[in-house]
């Protein structure tokens, strides 16, 4: 999608003053909101002047100095401006501030202060005030005028999708530098230690374990069906499963079920949970007693659930209890029937 942007900047002059206060203790006494005046200077067009409180400004602080500024030039209309004031080191020449304003308004003669500026016995104890002279630093920021700059096409860098999927699918498919070969009931698989080891707990303590030595390059698994460990090959390389779009549905799920019994072998949970997902939403009177067992056996809580409230739910239990699937359940899970009646009994007084 084409951006466009633009941006508001504002106009500022800024400048600074120093005004120099000499014979500082001949100042004292002079009265609470009472002041000495510093020359004018020029900021953003404007003349300004600094004032000095060596009795305070008001009455509720005249243990403090105070500073103010105030917009001299006659007719000024309204001038935003913002304002900090600091006393210069006799020792150093470094400034201390304090915080600066925030934008005000001035108008000619609208005085704006710090009445707090420093405590007077603390002033008097200072470096800021040697030699019976202090310095007071005034820091002015004008605004002008706020404007907006013309929109702009803003240029944009396409990114391409990740292709590390395709590229470990590539490595998977092409084989090269595979350093492990799977025979399974006939069929080779080439593969690459690192990467099955850093996907799976088992495959790094079958392959790296002390007790397996390095040197074996060929292992046999007897009792998995070449197309399930090819899907698990593919999980494990591309952290997805390969198409089945030419398996039937039957086909499929089977495939499904056998590979919930491989993730589960090789600790695989994210794959155990995408196979317990798929085998939940495919559920029917014949397969969901088969479902249930295999869930029971391999500690796969949330299918156990769904089957069990598919069992008691569906309005089809009778027909359920007369599959083989059924009779077997009652042989090999007798507590899961246990499960299933208890639900149901609940459901009933519900």
Not at 168 to 180: E, N, P, S, T, Y
Request: hydrophobic residues 40%.
């Amino acid at each position: 999608m084409p951006k466009t942007a633009s941006r508001c900047v504002v106009e500022a002059s800024r400048g600074a003053h120093v005004f120099e206060v000499a014979d500082y203790s001949l100042h004292k006494g002079i009265g609470v909101g009472r002041s000495i005046r510093s020359a004018t200077f020029d900021v953003g067009g404007y003349e300004w002047s600094v004032l000095f409180y060596p009795d305070g400004k008001a009455e509720n602080a005249e243990d403090c100095v105070a500073v103010g500024l105030e917009l001299m030039t006659a007719d000024a209309g309204v001038v935003r401006a913002s304002y900090q004031f600091g006393l210069i080191s006799q020792t150093t020449g470094e400034p201390w501030f304090v915080a600066e304003s925030r934008t005000v308004e001035f108008h000619t003669h609208t005085i704006w202060s710090r009445r707090d500026l420093m405590k007077r016995n603390q002033l008097e104890a200072s470096q800021y005030l040697r030699d019976d002279r202090l310095a007071i630093q005034c820091a002015v920021t004008v605004v002008k005028e706020t404007r907006v700059l013309e929109a702009r096409a803003v240029p944009e860098i396409d990114v391409p999708p990740s292709d590390l999927v395709a590229d470990m699918g590539r490595l998977l498919d092409q084989g090269d530098g595979a350093d492990i070969t799977f025979e399974v009931q006939g069929e080779s698989f080439p593969a690459h230690r690192t990467v099955l080891a850093s996907r799976s707990q088992v495959f790094r303590a079958e392959l790296h374990g002390q007790m397996k030595e390095r040197s074996v390059d060929r292992i046999v698994i007897s009792d998995m069906q070449p197309a399930v460990f090819r899907a698990l090959l593919r999980f494990i390389y591309t952290d997805a499963l390969p198409p089945m779009d030419d398996l039937s549905k039957d086909d499929s799920l089977e495939i499904t079920r056998h590979l919930l019994v491989a993730a589960d072998r090789y600790a695989m949970e994210r794959l155990k949970l995408i196979c317990a997902q798929i085998l939940s939403k495919s559920l029917d009177v014949e397969s969901v007693t088969t479902t249930l067992a295999l869930a029971d056996r391999h500690n796969c809580s949330g299918l156990k659930d769904a089957c069990i409230e598919f069992i008691i739910s569906s309005n089809k239990m009778d027909d359920v209890t007369k599959t083989q699937g059924f009779a077997n359940l009652k042989r090999s899970c007798p507590c899961v029937l246990v499960e299933v009646l208890e639900k149901a009994g609940k459901l009933r007084k519900i």
